[in-house]
């Protein structure tokens, strides 16, 4: 049976997995992948795989019919599932498999990490004193702040904890959510707006919520928000996010993902000492990143019956 590898996390170790499914009497397949694989690669391989680790790539309705009858699964690296079409994966009686929860320490931590990132300025400063200087700068410290928390699922809940530990006052939209596992008020988006100092992106994105944080709600955000994003790039949209930085409607962003993935080197969002960015990996912790590993492969197994 051949296994399609095409999440780079694997990829990035590849004679290691490539070895452990090897053993498994497997053989798998290595595309060359940049961060994720479209739909027009994933037809490439059509006809040709059993199982598929899938990594973000765009698995749509007619990549899974051209996959069939062969294809018996796919196991998503990760948690996010939305590069799926899981309408017609049901439909289709393909099984999708995922490891849901497991990122929640690692994505909030990480949140809260490059939170204290933008709105201190902390590369800056270390930027700084390597070249000689010594800056005494003056910054927003997070105590007494509201939080409010986009998606309130294991991430979610694993911020709010977090900011709690800050001072912070925490509060949720959630659409599939009346009431919070912690107690937590789940509120309107409008509400949200209207009361946070900090917005944390959580959630999944969908086609309902693509670029969610447009300009239109940020100008109903509180003068001066912050902004985090742990989620999607496509939640946020980055020409509207960048004029508000500009104006000062948004005092930081805190983005760990983006639209266009890798940021190109001259977006106008690197143009701001207010914004930390990451290389959307704040699940980067090694607990977190070998659950799912083993979570992942046991998933494989399972359904193709090894």
Avoid at 124 to 136: C, E, H, L, S
């Amino acid at each position: 049976m051949n296994v399609l590898v095409s999440n780079i996390m694997m990829i990035n170790e590849r004679d290691r997995f490539d070895a452990i499914l090897r053993e498994k009497g497997l053989t798998p397949i290595w595309p060359e992948v940049n961060q994720f694989m479209d739909e027009a690669q994933c037809l490439e391989f059509a006809g040709e795989v059993d199982g598929w680790l899938a990594g973000d790539d765009q698995i749509t309705e007619a990549v899974l019919k051209a996959y069939l009858p062969r294809l018996k699964v796919i196991s998503k690296w990760g948690t996010g599932i939305d590069s799926i079409d899981l309408a017609a994966a049901k439909a289709l009686g393909v099984p999708i498999c995922n490891s849901p929860g497991a990122f929640r320490d690692a994505v909030s931590e990480y949140a809260i990490g490059l939170l204290l990132a933008a709105t201190r300025q902390l590369a800056r400063t270390d930027r700084m004193i390597r070249q000689g200087a010594w800056p005494k700068g003056r910054f927003p410290g997070m105590t007494g702040k509201t939080m409010g928390v986009v998606g309130y699922g294991a991430i979610g809940q694993g911020v709010g904890q977090r900011a709690r530990g800050l001072g912070m006052e925490v509060i949720a939209h959630d659409p599939y959510m009346q009431t919070a596992p912690d107690g937590a008020p789940v509120v309107s988006f409008d509400t949200l707006l209207e009361q946070a100092d900090v917005i944390c992106l959580c959630c999944n994105q969908t086609a309902e919520n693509y670029h969610l944080i447009n300009a239109q709600t940020l100008d109903r955000a509180r003068d001066g928000v912050i902004l985090c994003n742990v989620a999607r790039g496509g939640l946020v949209d980055e020409t509207a996010l960048v004029a508000a930085l500009q104006s000062g409607k948004v005092a930081a962003a805190a983005l760990d993902v983006f639209e266009v993935e890798p940021l190109p080197t001259d977006h106008p969002l690197l143009g701001f000492d207010t914004v930390a960015v990451s290389s959307h990996n704040a699940n980067s912790t090694v607990q977190a990143i070998e659950y799912v590993h083993g979570n992942t492969l046991d998933n494989l197994f399972k359904h193709l019956q090894i």
